[in-house]
Each structure stands twice: as structure tokens, then as C-alpha cells.
């Protein structure tokens, strides 16, 4: 008998990406690491609404690529 194939909701994985990307405990590297996989995740599943970032620079501008503020975002 064939094993059942188990599957995992996409908004449940993007939920989780998007408190991981907000938690003060992660390093840079692992945001980075999350970022990678949502996004191939939510291109595979053709579900990319985009992202916003959760810090902004302080002159209200999006942060640069590199910065700890680039890291923290929210998918939608």
C-alpha cells in the first residue's frame, strides 16, 4: 500500500516565516535564510503578494540591503 502523501498549507509556512523574520532572537544570516525560502515557496505556490518592511531607516526610507532593518519584513 502506497504511503500517504502529507501536505502543509502555504499560509501556515508564510505565518511562520513572517514571526521568525520579526524575532529579535534570529541573526541576520538566518532572516536571510527564511527570506529564501518563503519567497521560493510563495513563487512555487504562485501565492507572492509581495512584502513590507517591518523597520524602517530613520528617514522613513526602506532599509539598505545588508542592514539588520532589510531582514525584517512581512509577507503578504
Known sequence: MAKAKKTIQ???IKDFANQRLNSPNLTMEEK???ITMIEHV???ANCYN???YTV???D???PRLGTEGWVN???F
Open 32 to 34: 536571510m535564510g527564511i
Open 50 to 52: 509581495g512584502y513590507m
Open 10 to 12: 502555504v499560509q501556515r
Open 60 to 62: 522613513g526610507s526602506a
Open 42 to 44: 510563495l513563487h512555487g
Open 73 to 75: 519584513r512581512k509577507y
Open 56 to 58: 524602517l531607516d530613520a
